[in-house]
């Protein structure tokens, strides 16, 4: 099979010294900001972003996207050892880890939960090889409206599914839109929304709201909460980890439900969080130890840690394939390939061969690097948390402000980082959410093309956009998907109306 | 979250309606911008301003809703938006926050971490045994000269030193 060749070509690519040893050093720096309060995946991305500029894509992306798997994997040693998640998406593993944990099961937790990590990884990383090709191959017959019509249905989705309020959704959004929008208008090359402002002239970027509004607000909401971090202690010996393993098999149901639920979720802009959470809630409702959940069940831990990896993983599907990233972080890394001078779409496939499967071929290898180096390091990094908030808060504020810094090389975007930080903080407490804004920063301009150049082939009919049943297909779908909410209550509504009354009367 | 015995600083509903009259007046902006530039139909189609028009427009309409949610949740609107000690302590981390940027123009991006770590760690009387200065000095110190060997040495991403720094520099180049 001509995927199975391709991913040959990648492993021969990537199975070098120095990327072996870059997938190491991107793990450690993801384990770091994985457990790191403040420092999140798409920020730790968004920090390493400038100093990839240097490299060949291929190397930075292994760097980035490894970076990316080591923070999924720190996030989870805080919620399993502190019960702080480190990333939103492995809330759901302090229901049962931290229990665990506190009962003394420390080590069975955490192998269990990497564990599972690595194998709901797998499952995304099989889909990506083998689904990638055709997606892109079918997406080659797109054009302008098809694309505008499929960063629609992105758009619509995450409204429509969002736990936030949808306005509020909405507020985010057009925000991350405007900021793309401020600089060089990129069709007709005028300047636009820079207000006779020198600084500007080169446009917001979106690295520097990554850093301010999930950085710095971060550290705010953390010092507000006056989080004091009281951790379990962890041993960690080969034993812990066989006795664990020879347990695992008998929850191949969990793991296979958990998995699809991720990739589902990971594909569609659901992102990882709700993966992990819809896969708790499912394991609970499914699971013979019902009571024990919550008490420190070890399917407590497999299904979130499963769904949260696949759903990692496959959200990289829909950014090579299609352009759209299904999570945050993935946004972040898009944003990072168009720097480097890549198109992500379908034609990545046929321009850039090796680049797209030396990342799928780093994918399998960097997971089981991970795997490795965190079952190593897991007592390194639990020690680095007892380090004093009042030591690591002001290097996590330096190191977000080099970060902002170096994009540009400008003060103006430290300052541009501070304002952020202060949104993120209203924004996180006030219930906006950020992944959208993050999402339309780096989308924007490329939408806005393809909205564009689909008005110009009607002359700015609308109706263009149900011209054929693809793109028709892809619209309502978008609608629909826009007026979920609604159209669910008004079913429900229909359906259910004698409940409704009775609740109503008592 | 914030102590119970905490007094509340602002109910959340004036959080709500100042962040929504915010991003209402970000829309205006943004849709005046648009207007400025052309927000019609050009020779070569739709004008630069045409689509940021729409955006300025859904944002501004979007935060109207808001706002006007904002005043009609009463119950959940009156809870308090942060406690007036958790404010303190925000602003205790958010303000110095402020001053180290202000002052990384003028004293360099080392210089100005070093410091605002230092200050960071003597600060913190909280602790049953404060830092000694010689720990403090080392952190400080070190996360600078990290920053400096791993971006400017190492990744050639040079840091801007400031204005201090680039009359140490001229003061080293006089003395040679």
């Not at chain 1, 599914?161 to 005028?190: H, Q, W, Y």
């Amino acid at each position: 099979m001509s995927e199975i060749d391709s991913l040959m070509q990648g492993m021969a690519l990537i199975l070098t010294p120095h990327h072996i040893g870059l997938m190491v050093i991107g793990v450690l720096l993801g384990i770091l900001v994985g457990v790191l309060p403040g420092l999140g995946a798409p920020n730790g991305v968004a920090l390493l972003l400038p100093l990839t500029f240097t490299m060949e894509p291929v190397s930075a992306i292994i760097l980035l996207s490894c970076m990316y798997w080591g923070a999924l994997f720190g996030g989870s040693i805080t919620s399993i050892l502190f019960n702080i998640p480190g990333e939103p998406s492995s809330v759901a593993t302090t229901f049962d880890g931290y229990p665990m944990a506190r009962n003394g099961q420390a080590g069975e937790a955490l192998t269990a939960a990497f564990t599972s990590a690595l194998l709901g990884a797998l499952v995304g990383v099989l889909l990506l090889t083998f689904l990638s090709t055709r997606i892109a191959e079918f997406a080659m017959a797109f054009s302008s409206p098809e694309f505008f019509a499929v960063y629609l249905l992105a758009f619509c989705t995450f409204i429509g599914m969002s736990k936030n309020p949808p306005l509020k959704t909405v507020v985010a959004m057009m925000i991350g839109f405007a900021m793309a929008a401020v600089g060089m208008d990129t069709v007709s090359g005028e300047l636009r929304l820079t207000y006779d402002q020198p600084w500007l002239l080169s446009g917001l970027s979106f690295e520097v709201a990554v850093i301010g509004l999930f950085g710095i607000g971060e550290i705010l909401c953390t010092v507000e909460e006056g989080l004091v971090f009281r951790g379990e202690r962890a041993r960690i010996t080969p034993m812990t980890i066989l006795r664990t393993w020879a347990k695992l098999p008998r929850y191949w149901l969990t793991w296979l439900r958990s998995a699809l639920v991720g990739c589902w979720m990971g594909v569609t802009p659901g992102g990882p969080t709700a993966a992990s959470f819809m896969s708790y809630s499912l394991a609970r409702r499914f699971s013979k130890n019902r009571d024990n959940f919550g008490k420190g069940e070890v399917e407590g831990v497999i299904a979130p840690e499963t769904a949260d990896h696949s759903a990692g993983t496959s959200a990289l599907l829909p950014m090579l394939t299609l352009g759209i990233p299904g999570s945050a972080t993935a946004a972040v890394m898009l944003g990072g390939l168009m720097i480097w001078g890549l198109h992500p779409g379908p034609t990545l496939f046929v321009e850039q061969h090796d680049f797209v499967w030396g990342l799928i071929a780093s994918m399998y290898l960097g997971n089981v690097v991970s795997l490795i180096v965190v079952l190593a390091t897991v007592p390194l990094f639990a020690s680095i948390l007892r380090i004093p908030f009042s030591i690591i808060a002001p290097i996590i504020i330096m190191v977000c402000s080099i970060g902002a810094y170096s994009v540009h090389n400008s003060m103006f975007d430290v300052g541009l980082m501070l304002i952020f930080g202060a949104l993120g903080y209203l924004f996180k407490k006030l219930g906006y959410p950020i992944a959208p804004l993050i999402l339309a920063a780096v989308l924007g301009d490329k939408a806005e093309d393809a909205f564009r150049q689909s008005m110009l082939f009607s002359d700015g009919q609308l109706s263009i956009f149900w011209s054929n049943p693809l793109v028709g297909s892809l619209t309502t779908a978008a609608l629909l998907m826009l007026f979920w909410p609604l159209l669910a209550r008004v079913l429900k509504a229909l359906l259910g109306t004698r409940q409704g009354h009775a609740r109503r009367v008592s | 979250m914030s102590n119970t015995t905490d007094t509340p600083l602002v109910a959340t509903r004036w959080v709500e309606i100042g962040l929504a009259l915010f991003t209402a007046a970000l829309g205006a902006v943004v849709m005046v911008g648009a207007v400025e530039i052309g927000i019609g139909w050009g020779d070569v189609g739709p004008e630069a301003g045409y689509f940021p028009f729409y955006i300025g427009l859904l944002l501004s309409a979007a935060s109207v809703g808001n706002l006007i949610l904002a005043l009609l949740r009463t119950p959940a609107m009156s809870a308090a938006f942060v406690g007036r000690q958790a404010f303190r302590q925000v602003l205790a981390v958010f303000l110095p926050i402020v001053l180290y940027v202000i002052a990384m123009p003028f004293a360099g991006i080392y210089l100005a971490s070093a410091v605002f770590i230092a200050w960071f760690m003597w600060r913190d009387r909280q602790r049953s045994t404060p830092y000694g200065i010689p720990i403090v000095a080392a952190i400080s110190c070190g996360a600078a000269l990290a920053s400096y060997l791993i971006f400017a040495l190492w990744f050639k991403v040079p840091l801007d030193s400031g204005v201090l720094g680039d009359l140490v520099a001229v003061a080293g180049g006089a003395l040679r």
